[in-house]
């Protein structure tokens, strides 16, 4: 099989033959179509993430074939039993396992499931890690109603992306930050109502201005820009992030919080059962991932510093 390896933290990937895996009981071999890029790839490149062995072959989203079956993967091994936090043994597909940046990926077969019908197999694969991580964020953990005012912090980022059209697909009022006027403008084409550049002085007041303040907020920078957003807050609003991009979160005035009965939510990826209510969800609402741009597996390298640039909107996906 072909794949991108990478031997070294801080080296290029390689794009390499390697031994096709066998799979073992309880096991698949999926001839991969295309994969898509997580901001985790660009960590794990770095040596940010613990638990990495070398060679490795990142990858934790992939859409492609069984025989005549094509199928999306479930990223989010070994939950476990308890909805509301991973198992010990939790892991993601990528690490340390082999992951999707390859023509052939072993998997659970428990974690196949049949491609939604609309979408191509560039646009399934920018679908598992980043849909599932907004799902959870968005309806388990904030319990989003229809009608509610959103803010989506970060749109450009790929689980951001699905915040927001899921979101919007559930009849919220969302808006939605950006250091891109761009990125603001092409989510307003797609259904948001506005949006604010986190990078201007007066973003927290105008955005709050503007959109009369928020009853869910979805974030992954953390960092010094957090309490800004809990500023925006309503009463019994609902806030949760996933990633700390910017860092440990300074400035937060607690008695905003407790106050107005703010709960602010940690998550990460989610259940099994979220995995399929967030595919269900995309099946029902005909929601169509937004790609960013699509290379070449053997091209690896220039998507992972499209990545690391932060300039896509959407997802980037990799055509195996
Ligand atoms: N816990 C989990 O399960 C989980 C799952 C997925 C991702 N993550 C984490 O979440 C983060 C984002 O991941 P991703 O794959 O979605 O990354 P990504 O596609 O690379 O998105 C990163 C985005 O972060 C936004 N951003 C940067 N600085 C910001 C700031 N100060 N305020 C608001 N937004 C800011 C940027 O948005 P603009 O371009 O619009 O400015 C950028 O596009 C990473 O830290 C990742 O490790 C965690």
């Not at 009965?261 to 595919?279: D, K, L, P």
Request: net charge negative; glycine share 10%; hydrophobic share 45%.
């Amino acid at each position: 099989m072909n794949a991108l390896v990478l031997r070294a933290e801080n080296a290029p990937v390689m794009f390499e033959e390697m031994e096709t895996p066998v799979a073992a009981d309880g096991e698949t071999l999926v001839e991969v179509k295309a994969a898509a890029l997580n901001h985790r790839d660009v960590w794990i490149t770095k040596g940010l993430y613990p638990g990495i062995a070398f060679p490795a072959i990142m990858g934790s989203d992939g859409a492609g074939m069984v025989g005549d079956r094509e199928v999306i993967i479930n990223p989010s091994m070994n939950w476990g039993d308890n909805p509301k936090v991973q198992s010990n043994d939790y892991q993601i597909l990528g690490l340390p396992s082999k992951g999707t940046f390859s023509s052939h990926v072993v998997v659970p077969t428990s974690h196949l499931y049949d491609k939604p019908a609309h979408l191509s197999f560039e646009q399934a694969a920018a679908l598992p890690l980043a849909g599932l991580t907004a799902y959870r964020a968005l309806f388990t953990k904030c319990q989003l109603q229809k009608g509610e005012n959103v803010l989506i912090s970060g749109v450009g980022g790929g689980v951001a992306l699905f915040a927001c059209q899921f979101a919007i697909a559930a009849g919220a009022n969302v808006y939605v930050s950006s250091s891109s006027e761009e990125k603001i403008a092409k989510a307003v084409e797609m259904g948001a109502k506005g949006g604010g550049n986190y990078k201007s002085e007066n973003f927290v007041k105008d955005l709050k201005s503007k959109s009369g303040g928020f009853d869910v907020v979805i974030d992954s920078a953390a960092g010094d820009g957090f309490a800004g957003l809990v500023k925006m807050c309503n009463a019994g609003a609902r806030v949760a992030f996933y990633g700390a991009t910017r860092g440990k979160i300074n400035g937060l005035d607690p008695r905003t919080i407790f106050w107005k009965q703010i709960s602010i939510f940690g998550s990460t990826m989610g259940t099994t059962e979220e995995f399929e209510a967030m595919v269900d969800f995309v099946a029902e609402h005909k929601i169509v991932p937004i790609v960013d741009s699509v290379f070449e597996l053997r091209d690896g390298n220039a998507a992972l510093k499209r990545m690391d640039e932060g300039l896509q909107f959407g997802k980037i996906v990799l055509k195996v």
